[in-house]
């Protein structure tokens, strides 16, 4: 019932940013815990970030601490990756995803996801 698009990937050097949204249809957004996950080819999907409805609760992996930031606009129907300090490693196709699973990191429990949106970062 959730329907999520994301937007705002590309091309950027080490060390800079970009921030992805991820913007949802419908009145339920805010009803749904969110996600980013992200996939680089040949391998297998992986967390990134969560947060809460209300949004103001959030973990992320420990690869991406300190440097990519979770939030999201309720009123928008918005959800948003900040990511900093950008290395190579992070390039892959990130997805965002909705579910009811607040505290979970695993793909399969997020039933909701974008088709996501290309991001490399060069060397």
């Known amino acids: 019932q959730v329907q999520l698009v994301e937007s705002g990937g590309g091309l950027v050097q080490t060390g800079g940013s970009l921030r992805l949204s991820c913007a949802a249809s419908?009145?339920?957004?805010?009803?749904?815990?969110m996600g980013w996950f992200r996939q680089a080819p040949g391998k297998e999907r992986e967390f990134v970030a969560a947060?809460?409805?209300?949004?103001?609760?959030?973990y992320a992996a420990d690869s991406v601490k300190g440097r990519f930031t979770i939030s999201r606009d309720n009123a928008k129907n918005t959800e948003y990756l900040q990511m900093n300090n950008l290395k190579p490693e992070d390039t892959a196709v990130y997805y965002c995803?909705?579910?009811?699973?607040?505290?979970?990191?695993?793909?399969?429990?997020?039933?909701?996801w974008g088709q996501g949106t290309q991001v490399t970062v060069s060397s």
């Open positions: 995803a909705a579910g009811r699973s607040y505290g979970s990191r695993s793909a399969a429990d997020f039933v909701f």
């Open positions: 947060l809460n409805w209300r949004g103001d609760n959030t």
């Open positions: 419908g009145r339920t957004f805010s009803s749904y815990a």
